[in-house]
Nanobody, 115 residues
Framework: QVQLQDSGPGLVKPSQTLSLTCTVS????????CSWIRQPPGKGLEWMGAIAAGGSTSYSPSLKSRTSISRDTSKNQFSLQLSSVTPEDTAVYYC?????????WGKGTLVTVSS
């Protein structure tokens, strides 16, 4: 079955770059639509951006200037980088992969931005 495992540091200092990686098993990311979604404490889900099966990327307009999503097809992984973070970027970050009408989620990583 399809499984997603996200990984990365749980603590990032302000002004630094947040980096997370999602490892996908059970399906090739070259045929899936992979996204990053976050949920700040007490708030709703926020779509950050995605990388399509063909490799094209799209980003939330509000985060576009600070966000980069890439992938390594040899490792079946896709990654998120969010630059110039502030405490407002504290959230649980989820990776998702949509394939054949179903969306699969990683368990989420709590990232706290604090000095």
């Amino acid at each position: 079955q399809v499984q997603l495992q996200d990984s990365g540091p749980g603590l990032v200092k302000p002004s630094q770059t947040l980096s997370l990686t999602c490892t996908v098993s059970g399906v090739s990311i070259t045929i899936t639509y992979c996204s990053w979604i976050r949920q700040p404490p007490g708030k709703g889900l926020e779509w950050m951006g995605a990388i399509a099966a063909g490799g094209s990327t799209s980003y939330s307009p509000s985060l576009k200037s600070r966000t980069s999503i890439s992938r390594d097809t040899s490792k079946n992984q896709f990654s998120l980088q969010l630059s110039s973070v502030t405490p407002e970027d504290t959230a649980v970050y989820y990776c998702t992969s949509r394939f054949s009408g179903d969306t699969y989620w990683g368990k989420g990583t709590l990232v706290t931005v604090s000095s």
